[in-house]
């Protein structure tokens, strides 16, 4: 339905704000309760890490990392055009340069957090 | 300058409260493109968070500055966050639904908020936790 309505590139842009931006907001809510049971139960969160640590929570980790960054970089995107309303006749331009950016450092973190949910090492070593 | 936008929501015309909150969302916004952006880089990238226990955390916000750094985020959050579901929510109703929803947005946003700082702030030194 999203690809077929002909809104274009904005619309899509538009969309996918929205649907990050929920889902992002969710996550916020759990991410909230999550930190507030370590501190009234540690020895029950360090349970529920082992969940987020699984294939599927690595998988979902990356899933929220996407959000994240398409989020973060359409909104900057959404600034510019607000202060810079000239800059809104590229605005194609620069939803393009968001998934460029998106790719090349969406790929980093995916590699990094899904490794490990293959036996595999983590490639990025910070000492970490 | 036009006022116009093709983006997000148009700049309010009508001033006072609506406007404030339209420039706050875009303050948050560069404070948290920031901030969580940061935030993610560490906890996911630098380190496991397989490995982030509660001892983990309680280690982090052994330092104040990392305490204050968090909260600073927390309180962007929850104002973007539950902001901009207030947009959805009158996006998608009108009338006693659209007052109802908001409402109850307003005080999850606070409960959420109350909670993330009472957690923050009374977070132990040290945690030991019997395995």
Redesign the interface.
Known sequence: MLLRYRGGEGMLAWAFHRISGVAIWAFILLHVLDIWLANVNPKVYDELLTLYGSPIGRLMETALFAAVLYHALNGLRIIIMDFWPSVTRYHKQLWYANWVLFVVVGVVFAVQIMAPAFGLEAPFRFGG | ??R?????SA?PMSGGFELAVWYLM?LT??G??VL??AH?TIV????????????W?AARWSSAAWRTVDWLM?SF??FH??M??RT?VQDYTTGSTRMVLTMLLYL?AFL?FA??T???V???DA?K???
């Not at chain 2, 116009?4 to 997000?8: S, Y």
């Not at chain 2, 996911?44 to 001892?55: G, N, T």
């Open positions: 300058m036009a116009i936008t093709r983006a997000g700049r875009r916004a560069l948290l493109f969580v952006l993610f996911h990238l630098i380190y496991d968070p397989a490995i982030q226990k509660a001892d955390i927390l959050v929850v966050a539950f901009g579901m959805v999850v959420i909670m993330g009472i957690g923050l009374t977070f132990p945690v936790v019997a395995s």
